[in-house]
Structures are given as C-alpha cells and as structure tokens.
C-alpha cells in the first residue's frame, strides 16, 4: 500500500542537467547538458529513481524521483484532486476523501498488487493530508531521526522557499527554485507508521521533477522485510501512472490553448477587415468634410 498524495520546482542541487545531488551521492541524470525539453521529456520517460533504505529491524524509508514532462501547477492540480486519484493511480482499488480541510483533508485508502497466482497484496490507511503551497518547513524533516515526530526529508528542494515566493512571478523559472510540498501521515490503518511528502519541484516552465519520500513501518503480525519490495514496486508504479497522467492533461491543455488561438485569430480576420474598412470610410468622410470647410473658407474670403 502507499499513500497517494501529492506534492513542487527545478531540484535544489538537481540541476536540469549533471548530477541530481541527492545526499547519498548515487543517481546520475535523467538529463544531459544542454537538452533541449524534448529530450528532457524523453529521458524522464525512461526512468524512476528509487532508493530502499534501512531504517531498523521493523521499519524502512524510501526516496524516489521522476521527470514529468508537465508543468508544477499541472501536477500539483491532478495530485491534489484527491476525489479522483483512483482514476489514474492503478494501485488504489477505493480512495475517499473523508473531510475537506482548508490546506488539505482527510483521506481513506485501499491499495492492492498482485504476488503471485492471483493473490493480491492489499493495505488500508486513513491519511492526515497537509498542502505546503511554499514548501514544508526544513524543521518538519529529517533524514535520520525521531520519526514519530518528522518526515523524510524527499530529494530535491531541502526546505520551504516562502523567501523566494514573492519574487517568483517577476522571475524567470530558469533563475529560482521553487517547489510545493504535500504531507500524508496514516492516523490509523495497516501500518504502525506510514508518512512521507510529495515533492513537485519546477524544472522549467514544460516540466517538473515529482519527489517522493515515506517510512513506513507495519504491525508486528507483519514483517517489513515480506512487503518492501511490494512498497517499492508500487511507488515506481504510481510515479509513472502519475506522469503519463499528467502528461496526458498538460497535452490537452496544450491542444486546447492552441485551437482557441486558431479560432481567435480566424474570428480576428473579418473583423480586423472590416474595421479597417469602416476606418478607411470615416477618414475620407472627414478630409471631405475639411476639404468643403476650406472651399467654403476660401469662398467667403473672397
């Protein structure tokens, strides 16, 4: 089972080319220097980064990234529709939302995979969900520590940005990081721990990178070492479901903004026509009119 909820920007040491800088030092690019968002959008499709770590006997975290070739606002409206995250995230087999909260709500879910022979794999949690527009606070994280108290800390952006927020829109997406983050802890289910982020962080104004952080820890009755590989079979899975998504909208949005275009420009050309004609029509109206003042001046003149 996993959480699906959702978080945004251009990776702070993520460069949208080099070495992503994930603070375990692994994870070469999806991108090459100088690519073009074509091929940003190409090498993001081939891949999900993803990384198991070893927390205790009974718990684990893991980190995953991806390239989606849609802009964070595209993501993060399709992650945050939490009424409709079982249309597109193959895993959830029932996702309500409980109660509708001013930066987030209360959302029940049930995730299922296949093991073998037609058994499936199934969990239950009820999720506190919390949207950070700016960012989480850096102090809400951590990467080794009480994680009673803190989420893993997701790669990409290592702290809130509400310092850069006000001068974003004056700025060029190529000159400032800026992400958004979304918070999901279980209050109660099939896990004793079951927290994380989604992270949608702006590579450029066509793209983004979506970060996922979660520790989770089962009940006693069930081995974390029988489900890790579950979990992470299923993060990789839910990542991609999420890009082809979003990509999908953002396509159709394009389509959309460009026929409009088209329509404006063809309704345009009659109308630019013929307010040009009409123009063309006072303008000599009135040189006619001056040009009979000036006769009738030079008349009585005369």
Known sequence: MRSQLQAGQRALGCPRSGIISLGHQQYRAFVKPGASTATKKHSGS???AVELTNTSFSSRKLNATVLIGAPLDVVWGALTDYDHLGTFIPSLVENRCLERRPQGCLLYQVGAQDVAMGVKFSAACTLEIQEYPTGIPDGLCTVDGNWDY?????WGGSSSNDSISASVSSMSSME???WRDISFSAVEGDFKAF???WRI?????DSSFLHYSLFVKPHPWLPVGLIQSRIKNEVVTNLKAVRRHTEHVYKRQVKQQQQQQQQQQAGAGPLSSASS???SSSTLSTSSSVGTDADDTAGSGM
């Open 277 to 279: 004609s009409t123009m």
């Open 46 to 48: 081939q891949s999900v």
């Open 176 to 178: 400032v990081d800026v």
């Open 150 to 154: 803190y989420f893993p800390r997701p």
């Open 195 to 197: 927290k994380g982020i």
């Open 201 to 205: 962080q702006m590579n450029d104004e």
